[in-house]
């Protein structure tokens, strides 16, 4: 670690309150400690104009009270990836609770506050109480500042709980965060923020709720190899479960739950297409666990698709059916408790294990932990190589599974459009190699090929929710909720016949495009 430069590298987790007296006993922090514990009651102050200029260009600024001492601290955006926080910070004493822009020792840093400030007063925007354990902890080779916070944000009125893990990397690498992580986890369930203190504390402000968050495109540079393509692509899947975590605890918006499957999806794509670098034993526990997590969402996804929009439109056309009323009604508890399901998931111990793991092994670039040979020397060739040849083997099985489109079975068809979605993951992941113009239709006409072969889908599951809402009914089931559910399944079969005249019309269309990874 670069002692020259004013740096914060720190893991940050969350933990339910309640297990926080068990972190607190752990038999690891006793025996790495290196001081004894001290608790006190630390209020933090983050000042900004009514504007908000610094928040908007990603600085915060804090003055905090500790005691009858007040520090103040300023913090760059930095990079943020699954929990680790890596950041500019500079630190001074101050007089009393008020920010001073003259303690900012670097004169550049200086200088653009000033700028971004303009004679604007500052004033005060979030603050912070929390009840902070510290101890340091350490063993040869690594030094790590352990706190844990327990408080609340606080805005105008309103409030929000802060419960957290914070360990600082005072000397050593950044592995020995993710060690002493996964050792505590053994017992009390740790999951990766994606918020520190100050955003949750923006957020509260400025009335965010929870978002659902979708896949971002890896920026990848030309010169990229396969070993950076691969941090980057795995550290996007991960940072897509982890941000939807709380839209899919609230259920307020049915995108979330949906999103944070894609995410889990697009990680065992991605674990997929690398299998070449990625070993068996490291890749096949994560691919299990992934496809836990999507079991998990599965039944909340397809209860919502089924609500959302099967039922929604028929009740657009029935709006006083009171027998297709008691359907939704029971879908509706069935959708409640696969979000309860959901939601126990998330809380589970399997769960936080997973994404911390996840965390540790991208952080760690843990896929280099194999022997040196000509086949593990390719993660650092070209990304561009492994790219063409990995679209072209999926392009390959795609067009297989295509052929006689119209006479396979449903079946087969469900089988080419979860190879289209690999297809598209990837192409996805390494549309940046190629220029930008030549991968769009490309991508568009996956996108539509998928939409069709979807709709197909949806049908057998509307089938298979009816099924299971007939037998929720039992007694109470007559033929007129009989009658109801077969026009359901009707109008699904309807569309989806529709759907089936598009098929062979966006098939050829996409046959016929150049896909963008054969063009040069």
């Not at 327990?150 to 105008?156: A, D, F, N, S």
């Not at 505590?184 to 369930?189: K, T, Y």
């Not at 006689?404 to 079946?411: G, V």
């Amino acid at each position: 670690m670069d002692t020259g430069t004013p740096r914060e590298i720190e893991l940050k987790l969350l933990v339910a309150e309640a297990d926080v007296p068990r972190l607190r006993r752990h038999p690891r922090l006793h025996e790495l400690g290196r001081s004894r514990p001290v608790t006190r009651t630390l209020e933090s102050v983050y000042w900004d104009t009514p504007e908000l200029a610094l928040h908007r260009a990603g600085v915060a600024l804090r003055v905090r009270r500790a005691g009858g001492r007040f520090t103040q601290t300023l913090k760059t955006r930095g990079e943020a990836r699954a929990g680790l926080f890596d950041r500019g910070e500079w630190e001074a004493p101050v007089g009393d609770a008020h920010p001073d822009l003259d303690a900012v020792s670097d004169p550049e840093l200086r200088d653009r506050l000033r700028q971004l400030v303009a004679g604007v007063p500052l004033e005060p925007v979030v603050t912070t109480v929390v009840r902070r354990t510290r101890r340091l902890l350490g063993e040869a080779g690594w030094q790590v500042l352990c706190e844990i916070d327990v408080g609340e944000v606080r805005v105008r009125g309103r409030s929000a709980r802060i419960c957290e893990l914070e360990l600082e990397l005072l000397e050593g690498e950044p592995v020995a965060l993710y060690d002493l992580a996964l050792a505590l986890s053994e017992a009390v369930a740790l999951r990766p923020a994606v918020r520190d203190k100050a955003e949750q504390g923006f957020d509260l402000l400025l009335g965010r709720g929870p978002v659902p968050q979708r896949a971002r495109t890896p920026r990848l540079s030309p010169d990229a190899t396969l070993d950076e393509a691969m941090a980057a692509i795995f550290a996007g899947g991960l940072e897509q479960v982890l941000g939807n975590e709380e839209p899919t605890r609230t259920g307020v918006d049915p995108e979330g739950v949906h999103q944070m499957r894609v995410g889990a999806r697009r990680l065992r794509s991605a674990l997929s297409i690398f299998r070449e670098g990625v070993p068996p034993e490291h890749a096949e526990p994560l691919k299990e666990g992934l496809r836990w997590l999507g079991s998990q969402l599965g039944d909340a996804r397809d209860l919502d698709v089924f609500l959302e929009e099967t039922l929604a439109d028929l009740r657009r056309h029935y709006p006083d059916d009171p027998d297709l009323k008691r359907l939704r009604e029971v879908a509706s508890e069935l959708r409640d408790q696969a979000y309860d399901r959901a939601r126990e998931a998330l809380a589970s111990q399997r769960y936080a294990a997973l994404v911390l793991g996840l965390s540790a092994w991208i952080n760690a670039r843990g896929w280099r932990d194999q022997p040196l040979t000509s086949h593990s020397a390719r993660l650092f060739a070209p990304a561009r190589a492994h790219a063409d040849q990995s679209l072209r083997r999926r392009q390959r099985k795609a067009r297989r599974l295509g052929r006689n489109l119209a006479q396979r079975t449903l079946a087969e068809k469900h089988a080419l459009r979860i190879e289209l979605k690999k297809l598209r993951y990837a192409a996805e992941f390494f549309r940046s190699l190629y220029p930008e113009a030549q991968s769009n239709p490309t991508l568009k006409r996956l996108s539509r090929l998928q939409d069709v072969l979807g709709h197909l889908n949806d049908q057998a599951t509307a089938d298979r929710l009816l099924a299971r809402i007939l037998e929720r009914l039992g007694s109470e089931a007559t033929p007129a909720h009989h009658r109801a559910a077969g026009l359901v399944s009707g109008w699904t079969a309807r569309g989806a016949e529709d759907e089936l005249a598009r098929l062979g019309r966006r098939w050829r269309r996409y046959r016929r495009n150049r896909p963008f990874w054969a063009r040069d």
